[in-house]
Every structure is written in structure tokens, then in C-alpha cells.
């Protein structure tokens, strides 16, 4: 494609409000990623979209996730830190969040001798999918586990489904860190479908989940910086926002002129609706949270389209029944 041929689609493109300064993370370094010391011997990489975790043990390396946008980049930082610390760069084992190949698709660039741990779910999915890149995990637990490895301490915990059936918590007590992926991106609005959540009241509620524990310090899993506390509160405040004010779009928007105009395209007329239902639903929400979450601009109506059902499928609300 031309410079020309840029330059004029980019002009046919919408203009989105400006990223907050403390939406973004650190500078990336010449290879594209960042890795930083969380707590102690715990830190977290980053190729400012993707996010993992590694712990270095006296026994070895111990990956929390494997996203393949970060790649080879995952060894390299591990051999900087090991390198710098005069620790074992070898990773082994990984702890899957979850069975999604956007997160755990670079593990089989470790020894297939590295002992790989997730939920049970996670390895029933693994093994249906049957993805060279994301070997199953050998070892499962199906409602709380804790590792005890090379002398640290790692608590696993499924709390139900939320993001996917398999997403759990990972929580590191003795370094202050809490990681749960795709719920909370620190910074930013979910992304299209509420980060593509397959279950939206447990997507909710892993917020409360989250907050339950004691800790410090928030690896999401996306863009380029941890978390806090007030980010996950903050972020349970805008999904609240969107429920409240679905409901109000529920009640308030007529469906009538779309049947009208669409007659019998059932289909036509419904989405015209619905897609009027997310557009009142999302208004006020962008409107609050422009300049405070990145992109709420962007994906607020995609979120509260996917809210708006489940308001409706799985609350049964504003359901009709012929009389």
C-alpha cells in the first residue's frame, strides 16, 4: 500500500478521545519488552498489549502464563534477570490462567519436560483444542490448590466462570500480587464484549472475588503497567454503570418503528433495536469515563451490548411472555 493510499484511509478513520498518561506503562526496550521487578523475586513482562509473570525459585523458574506476542522475549527476560541476580534461568514449570492461545500460546517454547498446571477445565479444553503450541497441563485441581515450589508459595483458586469456564486466580501471598487475567485491563475499558467474556455475571463478580484477598500489586495480563486496588475498583464501578444504566436503555427504548420499518426480517429489526438499546445504554457511560479509562470511547457500547443480554438471557429480565 502507497503512502497515498495510507494517508487518505487513515482519513476516512474516527477520531478517538486521547489515552490518559497513566493509562501507559514503561518504555519497551529494544527487542519490545519490559520487565520489572513486582515484589522481591517475582516480576512481570510486558510488550505493552500482553502481560506475563515469572517467579525465580531456588529450584528454577517458575512462568505464569506464556503469551505469544511476547514469545522468545519471555526466555530473554528471564536470562536478564537471571543473569543480573545470579539465579537459574531455567523455566520449570508453567501455571496457566486459562486454556485462551492468546495467553498460553508461546509455552511450547519450553522443555516438554516443564511441569504445566492449570485448572481441570483448562486441560479437558487443552486437550480438545489440541494445540501444538499450548501442550495440556499434567497437573489440575478443580476448586483450590497451593504450590509449594523451590521455597515459594503460589495459591490457585477457581471461583467459577467468568472470562472463560477454566480463568482462575493466581494469588502470591508472600509477594503481595494478585493475578487474574482479562477481567481488569489497569487503565483501560474492556475490550470488545467485555474482554470477550463468555460468562458476564461471573465476569462481575470476579471483581468482588479479586478484591477479597490481601494484596498490593494487580497483573491483568494486558497493556503496559500493573494494577492496584483502586484500578479493580475502579473497573467494578464502570461495569456497575453499564448495568445500571442497560436497564434504564431496557425499559426506555422502543422497538416498535424497527418491526415497522423491517416488517417481517425479524432479524433487521431486532438488531436495529438492540444496537439502539447499546447506543442509550453507553452514552452516559463514555461520557463519565472518557479521560479517566483508555478507549472507553472505543468499546463502551460493544461492553454494554454484551451486559444488555445478559441482563436479559441470564436475569430474565424485560423478557416477554404472550399472553
Known amino acids: ?45 510486558t510488550d505493552g498489549v500482553y502481560q ?19 514469545g522468545h522475549n519471555l526466555q530473554r527476560a528471564i536470562d536478564e534477570i537471571a543473569a543480573a541476580n545470579g539465579v537459574s534461568n531455567r523455566v520449570t514449570h508453567i501455571i496457566y490462567s486459562h486454556h485462551h492461545a492468546d495467553h498460553a500460546g508461546a509455552s511450547f517454547l519450553f522443555d516438554k519436560n516443564v511441569v504445566r ?5 483448562t486441560r479437558r479444553l487443552l486437550l480438545r483444542d489440541d494445540d501444538p503450541a499450548r501442550p495440556a497441563n499434567e497437573e489440575t485441581f478443580q476448586d483450590r490448590r497451593t504450590l509449594e515450589i523451590g521455597g515459594e508459595r ?82 467494578q464501578q464502570y461495569m456497575a454503570d453499564i448495568a445500571e444504566s442497560s436497564k434504564r436503555a431496557i425499559d426506555s427504548v422502543d422497538l416498535t ?8 426480517n ?22 463519565k469515563y472518557t479521560g479517566v479509562l483508555a478507549a472507553a470511547d472505543v468499546f463502551t457500547e460493544s461492553t454494554a451490548f454484551q451486559v444488555m443480554q445478559s441482563i436479559r438471557l441470564d436475569l430474565g429480565a424485560a423478557l416477554f411472555v404472550h399472553p
Not at 506475563?52 to 503469551?67: I, K
Not at 498446571?117 to 477445565?121: A, D, M, Q, T, V
Not at 425479524?266 to 461520557?287: C, H, N, Q, S, Y
Request: net charge negative.
Open 1 to 45: 500500500m502507497s503512502t497515498s493510499d495510507v494517508a487518505t484511509l487513515t482519513d476516512t478513520m474516527p477520531d478517538y478521545a486521547p489515552v490518559p498518561a497513566t493509562a501507559l506503562g514503561p518504555a519497551l526496550n529494544e527487542q519490545g519488552y519490559h520487565v520489572g521487578r513486582v515484589e522481591r523475586n517475582l516480576y512481570w513482562v
Open 52 to 70: 506475563a509473570a515469572f517467579l525465580t525459585t531456588r529450584d528454577g523458574v517458575v512462568l505464569l502464563d506464556a503469551p505469544p506476542t511476547i
Open 117 to 121: 498446571i492449570g485448572h481441570e477445565e
Open 154 to 235: 503460589i495459591d490457585l483458586a477457581w471461583h467459577g466462570a467468568n472470562h472463560s469456564p477454566d480463568n482462575i486466580v493466581i494469588h502470591l501471598p508472600d509477594h503481595d500480587t494478585l493475578m487474574l487475567i482479562d477481567i481488569v485491563n489497569p487503565g483501560w475499558a474492556p475490550v470488545y464484549l467485555a474482554n470477550l467474556t463468555e460468562d458476564i455475571p461471573g465476569y462481575v463478580a470476579a471483581h468482588a472475588n479479586a478484591l477479597a484477598y490481601p494484596w498490593k500489586h494487580y497483573i491483568g495480563g494486558h497493556m503496559g503497567r500493573l494494577g492496584t486496588r483502586d484500578d479493580v475498583t475502579l473497573h
Open 257 to 264: 418503528p424497527y418491526f415497522v420499518k423491517y416488517g417481517e
Open 266 to 287: 425479524a432479524w433487521a429489526a431486532f438488531k436495529g433495536g438492540l444496537d439502539e438499546m447499546a447506543r442509550t445504554a453507553a452514552a452516559p457511560v463514555i461520557e
